[in-house]
């Protein structure tokens, strides 16, 4: 089983930017993406990159202020998210699958989350 460990979470003001990371070890050729869980919601997507870095996608909600990036060499993927909003607060989990995309199904492994709350 793959583990998955999320990092960077944290409290940080509207406007502002946080960069989390996820180590991923034995995931060299799977997707790998993020979700995202606010309290009394369903999981969202995020964002997702390919292994060959040239593919990427990205949930409505984030596109333009959020980017992900890959370092094969170090089995890490990041998440650079600027310009956050109360409404980006949640619980953000990483994740891997063979062949994902966007939807929460398609991903096998999972990491445990990192906290993000925006204040307003």
């Known amino acids: 089983q793959v583990q998955l460990v999320e990092s960077g979470g944290g409290l940080v003001q509207a406007g502002g930017s946080l960069r989390l990371s996820c180590a991923a070890p034995g995931v060299s050729w799977y997707i790998l993406g993020w979700f995202r869980q606010a309290p009394g919601q369903q999981r969202e997507f995020v964002a997702a990159i390919s292994w060959t870095l040239d593919r990427t996608y990205y949930g409505d909600s984030v596109k333009g202020r959020f980017t992900i990036t890959r370092d094969n060499a170090r089995n890490t993927v990041y998440l650079q998210m600027n310009s956050l909003k109360a409404e980006d607060t949640a619980v953000y989990y990483c994740?891997?699958?063979?062949?994902?995309?966007?939807?929460?199904?398609?991903?096998?492994?999972w990491g445990q989350g990192t906290q993000v709350t925006v204040s307003s």
């Open positions: 994740a891997a699958g063979p062949g994902a995309t966007y939807h929460l199904s398609e991903y096998t492994d």
